[in-house]
């Protein structure tokens, strides 16, 4: 398994405004994910985050919007633009080590006022 | 395209079996999970099985796999107040991939 702590694991934000989080894992990982779980909602996958190149996204979601950054094997980041009240959400990072399933971080909640 | 779905809400009293179900469209998920959501907390992978397998067993959870009818459930026996959480079916091609998640089914046990 693999050990994965966010940074922020909370935060309230104004509207208009930007937050950065971000992933660490305790090991090397092959994969990196952000996903996004809105209020009573299920899991949805945002983007791949690449490392040392540009994530690759899902559709409806676009880089300037979650750019998303991996310098590493271990670490990822997050950011959230142009915040509005749409984007209160819990954002989760998962990690994929060789030949074993994905693991999540215990996540990032938001609250855009 | 992926789908996964599973009821929203099962109530069971402590001491009981539960039994959540799910169904999924993909044939070609190699890899079907359930994982588990306490209140405020992160997921938490609580069982995986691969599609070649019928079955699994790992202490008081039982995951059984019907392939033909797409049809995954996960058995918690002698069900504990600790359980009461969002059980989420989901799947994937293949470990490395994007994992496609269900609803979530809340699970409250009845003491």
């Known amino acids: 398994s693999a050990v994965i702590s966010q940074k922020p694991s909370r935060d309230i934000c104004q509207r208009g405004t930007s937050l950065t989080i971000q992933c660490q894992v305790d090991?090397?990982?092959?994969?990196m994910f952000w996903y996004r779980q809105q209020p009573g909602q299920s899991l949805t996958l945002i983007a791949t985050?690449?490392?040392?190149?540009?994530?690759?996204?899902e559709s409806g979601f676009v880089i300037d919007k979650f750019p998303i950054s991996r310098p590493n094997l271990t670490f990822s980041t997050l950011t959230v633009s142009n915040m509005s009240p749409e984007d209160s959400s819990i954002y989760l990072c998962?990690?994929?080590?060789?030949?074993?399933?994905?693991?999540f971080g215990p996540g990032t909640r938001l609250l855009v006022l | 395209g992926e789908d996964v779905e599973q009821s929203l809400f099962l109530s069971v009293r402590e001491g009981d079996s539960s039994v959540i179900n799910c169904t999924y469209t993909?044939?070609?998920?190699?890899?079907l999970y359930w994982y588990k959501q306490e209140p405020g907390a992160g997921l938490q992978l609580l069982t995986y099985?691969?599609?070649?397998?019928d079955m699994k067993q790992d202490q008081r959870l039982t995951v059984l796999l019907n392939k033909k009818d797409k049809h995954l459930s996960l058995r918690i026996a002698d069900t504990q107040t600790g359980d009461s959480a969002i059980y989420f079916c989901?799947?994937?091609?293949?470990?490395?991939?994007?994992?496609?998640f269900g609803i979530g089914t809340k699970l409250q046990v009845i003491p």
């Open positions: 998962s990690v994929v080590k060789i030949q074993e399933t994905q693991y």
């Open positions: 090991s090397q990982v092959t994969m």
């Open positions: 985050a690449n490392q040392g190149s540009e994530a690759t996204y």
């Open positions: 993909d044939s070609s998920s190699t890899y």
């Open positions: 099985i691969f599609s070649n397998m």
């Open positions: 989901a799947e994937s091609m293949r470990g490395y991939q994007k994992v496609t």
